[in-house]
């Protein structure tokens, strides 16, 4: 079984920033690639940011180009999140996910495992 743990939402102005953390653990991990996503209230899940674990290819989504930087460590199994420039719309709770397949990063339908989520609030 393999298993996420997200870490460091929170609470912070506009502007600010976080930075949040996945960790993956189990006995055999999806190495393909890692993915945020975010679900607001009364909205439906949304992509984010994702990242291939063997090259560290990236894919954005439009709304967070040049405030999100997602970032890996292979040797912890672990990925980052830094959010700058934090904007009030990006409040939502942000889960982690892990895929073992192939194809295009931003669909959902593509990753196998999901974190229990961690809540970010942007203030204005």
């Known amino acids: 079984q393999v298993q996420l743990v997200e870490s460091g939402g929170g609470l912070v102005q506009a502007g600010g920033s976080l930075r949040l953390s996945c960790a993956a653990s189990g006995r055999t991990l999806p190495r393909s690639f890692m993915g945020w996503f975010r679900q607001a209230p009364g909205k439906e899940r949304e992509f984010v940011v994702a990242?291939?674990?063997?090259?560290?290819?990236?894919d954005y989504a439009d709304s967070v180009k040049g405030r999100f930087t997602i970032s890996k460590n292979n040797a912890k199994n672990t990925v980052y999140l830094q959010m700058n420039s934090l904007k009030p719309e990006d409040t939502a709770v942000y889960y982690c996910a892990a895929s073992s397949r192939y194809g295009r990063m931003e669909v959902t339908a593509l990753y196998d495992y999901w974190g229990q989520g961690t809540q970010v609030t942007v203030s204005s």
């Open positions: 990242i291939t674990w063997s090259g560290g290819s990236t």
